[in-house]
């Protein structure tokens, strides 16, 4: 995924596009490692063996691009071409394990930090893959929808794998839908012809914003249950 948002915002080489192309590659590495550690929690809650943890947290570190490559046709997929992502969620789902023999991830979850980067990386993916899509040739609508994907579909492989109905689908908090709604602005925000600063950086907090609101005042959709069920 290196690079792709440049690649797909700039028309020629500028001191923005390059800050861009800086600030992306290291928010791409941290959401991977947050998206990964989610998934060797995942593990850990299911008490899967070290295979798992790994299986699991690359899962949901590679999973939302790897699915957003194929929906638009491209391959070989980007962590084939670019190991190092996969490489980056291996040895982040393996630090989970003595990590939660101390009081690390416990101040880390005390202090919000999964969530905060697991949101952060949600908005991040989806920002590229919808910008990814467009410059393969699709249209708005088909954009939008990979670009969600892309931002939820590693989560939605972690809970498939450890055999629970996804977290998208289940939680009533703001998920695919603050994803949506930000490839929606991002869209438009392209349609206006804004800066590629802005392009990046307005779609991404908003993401960003509507989730961590959703997460702590308790923002959702309203959920459907049969009576007497």
Same mark, same amino acid.
């Given at each position: 995924?290196?690079? *792709?948002? /440049?690649?797909?915002?700039? =028309?020629? @080489?500028?001191?923005?596009?390059? =800050?861009?192309? %800086? %600030? ?9 490692? /947050? $998206?990964?550690?989610?998934?060797? $929690? ?10 798992? +943890?790994?299986?699991? #947290? ?24 670019? @190991?190092?992502?996969?490489?980056? #969620? ?24 999964? *969530?905060?980067?697991?949101? /952060? ?24 929808? %990979?670009?969600?994907?892309? #931002? ?43 800066? @590629?600063?802005?392009?990046?950086? !307005? @779609?991404?907090?908003?993401?960003? =914003? +509507?989730?961590?609101?959703? !997460? ?14």
């Amino acid at each position: 995924m290196t690079g *792709e948002l /440049a690649a797909a915002l700039a =028309t020629e @080489p500028d001191a923005v596009t390059t =800050t861009l192309g %800086v %600030v992306q590659r290291v928010l791409e590495y941290l959401g991977t490692v /947050a $998206f990964a550690i989610s998934g060797a $929690f995942a593990a850990g809650r299911k008490r899967m063996d070290l295979v798992g +943890v790994v299986v699991l #947290g690359s899962a949901v570190a590679i999973g939302g691009g790897t699915l957003r490559d194929l929906l638009i046709g491209r391959t070989p997929v980007f962590w084939v071409t670019e @190991p190092t992502f996969l490489l980056v #969620g291996v040895v982040a789902s393996l630090l989970v394990v003595p990590l939660a023999r101390t009081r690390t991830l416990d101040l880390l979850r005390r202090l919000q930090i999964i *969530e905060i980067s697991d949101a /952060a990386g949600m908005a991040l993916f989806v920002v590229i893959g919808t910008n990814v899509a467009l410059s393969a040739g699709a249209n708005e609508v088909s954009a939008a929808v %990979v670009g969600v994907m892309a #931002g939820v579909g590693g989560g939605v492989i972690r809970d498939v794998l450890a055999n629970e109905v996804p977290e998208v689908l289940s939680n009533a908090q703001f998920y695919a839908t603050a994803a949506l709604l930000g490839a929606a602005v991002q869209l438009g925000l392209r349609q206006l012809g804004a800066d @590629p600063a802005v392009v990046f950086w !307005v @779609p991404l907090v908003l993401i960003l =914003t +509507v989730r961590l609101l959703a !997460v702590r005042l308790g923002w959702g959709m309203p959920t459907f249950s049969v009576p007497g069920e």
